[in-house]
């Protein structure tokens, strides 16, 4: 077991004029591990995420990545172009609308075959095989691969988006509501490829959701926001089955069978 | 005694629900039990004494509010109610296995991959975790059309089997038992009852709750009463 986290954030606060979007948050993730943030809509969960992420500046606080060398980075202060590279290379960021990530003028091959290209690979035999792999991997129908994006389901357009961020092998994906907006089956079958590709790879994730089913099937640990705090972290079922906090408590108790 | 496999020293838990207005029930007080490696401790007590709680205390799904829980993990004591997630999740991977009384089935998993993927802990490759997951199934009486298919349209005992299978693939030297027989049919119960002895030849240390005296006396070796709070101060 590694002593060392992925990614570490402390004291981290900011705020939107007269609201507080983060109070003091602390936050630890090690290498393959699926983290949970759970809490109703506008407590900060994705506030955070994007804190985590540098795509957005706390303002106190810090975030700092281990990469794999063993060099700390601080996220927040690292130059522009080096975040990039992260952002391109060991990291990945799924959204709950696949269309902010995708490039719906772009071909599903060209989609994902981009991601290599922009960390450097030329060779467009081997760009086109693994952006295949790819859509392999994610059950889409490799014939699909001159397909333009905007002729696929929701469901596709999100396992495409995947396939888009994992084909550069990433350490490290940040999740917003990756399932929100799909229907129901088609969310169990996204959730079940989440998980048995995040364990295969080894991934270490930040997942943002607000449904706590979504939470119990892909996370290690969970840590429950409310108003821009964490009033709950641990063990994700311990959270879920014996919440400590009031606010966990009410989250846990309006959901049937989570 | 030193070479316990687990034990707890003045484990309580209470329950605090702020929903109800901040009413606190408190369920297990001062428990001291102790478990060897090849034994079987059976809990008992009145329903609501706090069995199941005491269980899955034991498993680090409940939090233990005062008092250890001590672990042979590895070569050496891990105390759960204190432990980080990821110290829990390594001794449920590796040291504790726990069979709750229903399946939480996982959209789109076969029933043999479920009990596959709990064997791949202590087996090397999937085809082998998948030959010994298909064998226990079948010796559990889930026929070989039904392994490929995920458990959500079971019946409630074929799902307790799959359970249980998932339970006894691991070959974890720690074993819990909520109720393992509680939707099972005769022949069956035979079965689960058989499983437990050659766990136990084997040097596996289980903690269970039978309600069917007849199943609890073929596998029991001791039995710890677990009692209600009120009678227990
Ligand atoms: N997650 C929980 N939140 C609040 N109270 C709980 C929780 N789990 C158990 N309890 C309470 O703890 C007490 C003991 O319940 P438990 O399920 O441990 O009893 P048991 O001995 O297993 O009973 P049975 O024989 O009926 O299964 C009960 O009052 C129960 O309502
Ligand atoms: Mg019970």
């Not at chain 1, 490829?193 to 996370?219: N, Y």
């Not at chain 2, 010994?132 to 349209?153: D, Q, S």
Request: some cysteine; overall charge positive; proline content about 4%.
């Amino acid at each position: 077991m590694s002593e060392t986290t992925l990614l570490s954030a402390r004291g981290v606060s900011l705020s939107f004029g007269a609201i507080q979007a983060l109070v003091g948050v602390d936050a630890d993730l090690w290498p393959g591990e699926v983290l949970a943030i759970v809490g109703e809509s506008g407590s900060g969960k994705t506030t955070l995420l994007n804190v985590l992420s540098g795509r957005a500046a706390p303002g106190t606080g810090a975030v700092w990545y281990r990469t794999p060398d063993g060099q700390l980075l601080d996220v927040h202060t690292m130059p522009a172009p080096a975040l990039r590279r992260l952002h391109r290379s060991d990291w990945g960021f799924v959204h709950q609308d696949p269309r902010q990530n995708l490039r719906m003028g772009v071909t599903a091959g060209g989609n994902v075959g981009e991601r290599l290209m922009a960390q450097g690979s030329r060779h467009y035999g081997h760009i086109r095989d693994a952006a295949r792999d790819w859509l392999v991997q994610t059950e889409i129908d490799p014939k699909r691969i001159d397909d333009l994006p905007r002729t696929f389901s929701g469901g596709m357009l999100q396992r495409l988006q995947i396939a888009r961020t994992l084909v550069t092998h990433p350490r490290l994906v940040f999740m917003d509501e990756p399932t929100g907006g799909l229907d129901v089956s088609v969310q169990a079958r996204l959730l079940d490829l989440i998980r048995s590709l995040v364990a295969r790879f080894g991934i270490a994730v930040v997942l943002v959701t607000h449904d706590i089913a979504v939470a119990r099937l892909l996370a290690h640990r969970t840590m429950v926001m409310q108003g821009g705090r964490v009033v709950e972290t641990g063990l994700t079922d311990q959270v879920l089955d014996d919440p400590q906090h009031a606010y966990t408590q009410l989250l846990v108790s309006s959901v049937l069978n989570a | 005694m030193n070479n316990a496999m687990l034990r707890t020293e003045g484990l309580c838990k209470a329950f605090m629900l702020h929903l109800q207005g901040g009413v606190r029930i408190p369920v297990l007080s001062q428990i001291d039990l102790d478990l060897h490696a090849g034994e079987c401790v059976a809990l008992v007590g009145p329903s609501g004494a706090g069995k199941s709680t005491l269980m899955r205390s034991l498993y680090g799904n409940y939090r233990a509010d005062v008092g250890r829980i001590l672990i042979r993990h590895g070569g050496s004591m891990v105390d759960l109610a204190t432990a980080d997630p990821r110290v829990i999740i390594a001794v449920r991977r590796q040291t504790m296995g726990y069979v709750s009384q229903f399946l939480r089935v996982v959209p789109r998993v076969s029933a043999l991959d479920i009990v596959a993927e709990a064997a791949m802990a202590r087996m090397h490759t999937l085809a082998t975790a998948r030959g010994a997951a298909a064998a226990l199934l079948t010796r559990l009486n889930i026929p070989a059309r039904l392994h490929a298919l995920p458990p959500a349209t079971f019946s409630g005992g074929e799902q307790q089997r799959v359970n249980l299978a998932r339970g006894f693939i691991g070959g974890h030297p720690i074993l819990l038992l909520d109720e393992p027989t509680a939707a099972l049919d005769p022949a069956n119960r035979a079965v689960v009852v058989a499983l437990i002895r050659e766990a136990k030849a084997r040097g596996i240390a289980i903690v269970g709750i039978f309600h069917d005296a007849e199943i609890r006396d073929a596998v029991a070796d001791r039995l710890f009463a677990v009692t209600p709070w009120q009678d227990a101060a």
